[in-house]
């Protein structure tokens, strides 16, 4: 055995921190533009798809019975009806909203605006460039500023990722000599172990050890065999081998759980136990 055993990141640490990094990453930017410009945008569509049903009921109820001309002369007077605040509705927003020159049309209201206002409206939002279809509901402010909120939250979040990528960058676990180099710790002289948990190593790579701190205290030290060296056959195991180096130069208490073999040993009677043997 190696008097030195160093186990460094493993890849799946790197893997997992760059699912989340790009998860939070994109949502982030995704209540981003939404807080800021995405949820007006799609209530300016709402409001401008509800004068397409409101066109549709006003032709219906007298634009019919009028000429095109007048139909038109109507229509062109006509405001999309909007909310009071104007911070609900794209910046740069003018007022009043007219309604859209394809209501004006009295043939292509009689033939398409009235008997289905919603593809109607489709029509124009394409040909307009709406990039939002209209929600079921408009939004209100307090589901703007949502937006918002939880875009510092991701933001946050993904700052926090960040933080442990690269603080987790420059650690690694080393075993050298007599002394236990810990990720993100000083390094300890290994006759300082008074205990080391190992019921959680073969499950989930994950050890803990005690090592007196020279003040009558305890130092509690997390031995994370995932994060550092990994286990995989193709690379030497080599937070198995970490563990191994540690435990051949460790003289406190171990606590594992007991296998199945030494429960039926102590199950055996004193007798038949040295009969065994």
Not at 10 to 27: H, K
Not at 98 to 111: G, I, Q, Y
């Amino acid at each position: 055995m190696s008097d030195r055993v160093v186990c460094k990141p493993t890849p799946w640490f790197f893997l997992r921190a760059a699912a989340m990094i790009v998860m939070f990453g994109v949502f982030a930017v995704l209540f981003y533009k939404d807080g800021k410009s995405g949820y007006r945008e799609a209530n300016l569509s709402y409001f401008l798809s509800e004068s397409f049903k409101k066109a549709a009921e006003e032709f219906t109820a007298k634009g019919a019975s009028m000429s095109p001309e007048e139909w038109a002369a109507y229509a062109s007077t006509q405001e999309v009806a909007v909310p009071e605040n104007p911070e609900l509705l794209p910046v740069g927003t003018e007022f009043p909203i007219m309604w859209p020159e394809m209501l004006h049309d009295h043939a292509a209201m009689a033939e398409k605006g009235v008997s289905n206002p919603k593809s109607y409206f489709d029509a124009y939002r394409q040909e307009s460039g709406l990039a939002k279809s209209p929600p079921e509901q408009s939004y209100t402010q307090q589901k703007i500023n949502e937006q918002w909120y939880v875009f510092w939250i991701c933001l946050g979040l993904l700052a926090v990722a960040i933080f442990f990528l690269l603080r987790t960058l420059t650690r690694k676990m080393v075993v050298e000599g007599d002394t236990f180099q810990p990720a993100g710790g000083k390094a300890v002289p290994i006759k300082d172990l008074v205990r080391l948990d190992l019921r959680k190593w073969s499950s989930k790579g994950l050890a803990m050890a005690w090592a007196n701190d020279g003040s009558g205290g305890e130092r509690k030290i997390r031995i994370d065999g995932l994060t550092y060296g990994g286990f995989k056959a193709e690379d030497g195991e080599p937070a198995e081998k970490l563990m191994q180096a540690l435990k051949s130069r460790f003289s406190g208490e171990i606590i594992e759980y007991e296998t199945d073999e030494d429960e039926s040993e102590e199950a055996l009677p004193a007798d038949a136990s040295e009969a065994r043997d």
